[in-house]
């Protein structure tokens, strides 16, 4: 497989950093997974205006123009034989003597890679996917997307621990997101959506589903959703660039709604399917 690093397209087996890159010493980076469909990427713009912005948080210079990044990331795809892929962009601050304060002048890592992208099985459409709660006790500013998880590492290690797909995280008794995906919740025909904040990641498939929902006529809010809200909802969704949008039909063992996969995720869901893809011709 082929990766890029710094300037260079080669085996992934072969890309080495130092041990000092201070995404290994201090996880301080930032990253993006882009889902790329009949090798063009969805929602670049999206996904690269979301980079400049973590980027700018961690005061890191952007080390390519946008433009750059499309063409680099579009060389990328062209070395991969599936046409669907999962890409991975990641930037570190760079290589430095182990200190918490920022090195001056400091070339920032840049790593990409890019995977056959595994979007969810027709079993998990169907039926939908287990999900359990946990205190969201991560720091302020999950706004950033950030290679420091450790937090959202451990988090979703409950809902494997638990054999289910995805921890749904609550803090102060409001909801705010998966360990790795935004959540949705329905209730009374109504789409609910925590508003985007420094407590969530903005997701860029958020923002296509509430685009492709409003589209549809069907009502959107983006509100803060109680636990007890939570639990009453008659759907929930998780959203992610990889997971794409699946129902959550168990949550902490007891069903939502029905529990099977309801009629407002059938018809979001066969949105996103019938809008992924570049359009032909
Ligand atoms: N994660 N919230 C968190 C904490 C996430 O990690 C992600 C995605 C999302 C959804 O964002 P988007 O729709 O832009 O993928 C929300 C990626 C897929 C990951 O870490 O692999």
Redesign the pocket.
Known sequence: MICYLNGEFLPLAEAKIPVLDRGLIFGDGV???I?VYDRTPLRLD??LA?LQRSLDALRIRNPNTAARWTELIGELIAKHETADQSV?VHVTRGVAKRDHAFPKDLAPTVFMMSNPLSTPSVEQVERGVAAVTGTDNRWFR?DI?STA?LA?VLLRQLAIDAGAAETVLLRDGFLT??????IFVVKDGIIRMPPKSHL???????D?IVELASGAGLQCEASDVSESELRAADELWL?????EVLAITTLDGRPVGKGVPGPMFRRIHALYQAHKRPKKG
């Open positions: 990253y993006e997974v889902p999206g996904h979301r991975y999950c997307k998880l959202n997101e998966g360990s790795a995906a935004n969530i990641l903005p997701g860029i498939t958020y296509f959203t992610s660039a990889t997971r």
